[in-house]
């Protein structure tokens, strides 16, 4: 379920319990739902909107692997092959100095990131379809906008247009 602050400004993603809960203690209103019942008689929303704004301090995106091969769109950043075991590789090596830093790390299939072993991209002819960067948008909305455009498509409306590309 959707929450969004007073200001329809999302916030998160709850549990349909908890959604529930909070409108029936008054604390959040219903703004839409998706034709899903709990029961026979009681419609389950999809986004709630609460009835106060709740201040969220903007937080980066944790750098962790999850996020990385998220952010490269399950994409091996070398070969363009999408898959659901990706690694993430260094592109200037570990041993070599490479940081551990967003542009220093992209989703690598399980083959470019052995052919590439210790080498740069350049020493091992390897392109990099595009240049990694520490994404914008905050951590809050990163969970939003997968759901949106994986399942939740109904979700997408509230969601500011900058993060959805
Ligand atoms: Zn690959």
Redesign the pocket.
């Given at each position: 379920m959707l929450v969004l602050n007073s200001s329809f400004y999302p916030l998160g993603v709850s549990s349909w319990r908890k959604g529930v809960l909070l409108v029936w203690k008054k604390k959040a209103e219903v703004i839409e739902y998706n034709g899903h019942f709990l029961r026979d008689d009681l419609r389950l929303p999809c986004v709630i909107r609460l009835d106060r704004n709740i201040f969220l301090p903007h937080k980066d995106v944790a750098l962790t692997r999850k996020n990385i091969i998220a952010r490269d769109q399950n994409t091996?950043q070398?070969?363009?092959?999408k898959s659901s075991n990706l690694t993430v590789d260094h592109i200037i090596p570990k041993s070599r100095g490479g940081e551990l830093s967003w542009e220093n790390v992209v989703a690598?299939?399980q083959?470019?990131?052995l052919k590439k072993g210790n080498r740069t991209p350049e020493e091992a002819n390897m392109k990099l379809l595009r240049l990694p960067r520490k994404p914008k948008i905050p951590s809050n909305l990163l969970d939003i906008v997968r759901f949106a455009k994986s399942q939740y498509h109904e979700w997408i409306k509230y969601i500011p247009k900058k993060y959805l590309s």
């Open positions: 091996c070398y070969c363009g092959k690598a299939c083959a470019c990131n």
